[in-house]
């Protein structure tokens, strides 16, 4: 269309290649329809994508449609998994975004972030400025499957989102959490513990009834996996 190579965010929906046409050529990235479709069908291009792309002017409709077809979107997706402790996310962190794995753990240890932390989310306490814990945040970054924008997304943003989302699940249990006689913290802490013993939901269940008995009778936990 253009020999302008600056990069604009487009939106292609799911739809046919007719839509696809038209929102690109509403986006100046084709000159012409028809033509546009002409192609996909004569090579057999025609299984293109959904999502958020990054296209300029200059592309052409080869290029273009070579990224729809491939799903090259500008979104990116980083899942994390269940279990996953604050070393795994810190390497996925690297894998998947401009970050390095020394700025995640560098961050983890910044006291004045922490403090930013501590004083926005109600779940996070002076507890885990504990000495004797190796990262605070551990056991706080709810795992799951976060989209972004690109890989330059900040540490800080996708903290931001894992800890949003925790809020968002710790809150169905706040009355309960503030009426039990175990701090926010223990009650993390048990539950990362419980999970790394067992395998599924029945087990989480019986393995968290051993650790209560144990603690009301003032017995160690007993448990292996905390000297992992």
């Not at 996909?40 to 994508?49: C, G, P, R, S, V």
């Not at 491939?70 to 390497?91: D, Q």
Request: net charge neutral.
């Amino acid at each position: 269309v253009s020999n302008d190579n600056t990069l604009k965010e487009v939106t292609i929906k799911a739809g046919s290649i007719n839509s696809i046409a038209n929102t690109l050529k509403e986006n100046n990235l084709i000159k012409n329809i028809t033509i546009f479709k002409v192609y996909t069908k004569l090579t057999n291009k025609t299984n293109l994508k959904a999502g958020t792309y990054n296209f300029s002017e200059d592309m052409g409709v080869k290029k273009i449609v070579d990224l729809l077809e491939e799903g090259k979107t500008s979104e990116n997706n980083i899942t994390f998994k269940e279990g996953i402790n604050v070393r795994g996310i810190a390497k996925l962190i690297s894998e998947k975004t401009n970050n390095s794995y020394e700025s995640v753990i560098s961050l983890m240890n910044d006291n004045s972030y922490i403090d930013e932390l501590i004083s926005k989310y109600w779940f996070l306490t002076d507890d885990i400025k504990n000495s004797k814990i190796y990262y605070s945040l551990e056991g706080y970054l709810f795992p799951d499957t976060y989209r972004f924008n690109s890989k330059d997304v900040t540490v800080e943003e996708i903290f931001n989102k894992m800890l949003d989302q925790m809020e968002k699940e710790l809150n169905k249990y706040k009355k309960q959490i503030e009426n039990s006689k175990y701090s926010v913290h223990e009650l993390i802490t048990l539950a990362s513990i419980t999970q790394s013993e067992g395998y599924n939901e029945d087990d989480f269940k019986n393995i968290a009834s051993v650790f209560y008995n144990r603690l009301k009778t003032g017995m160690a936990l007993g448990s292996c996996v905390t000297s992992y």
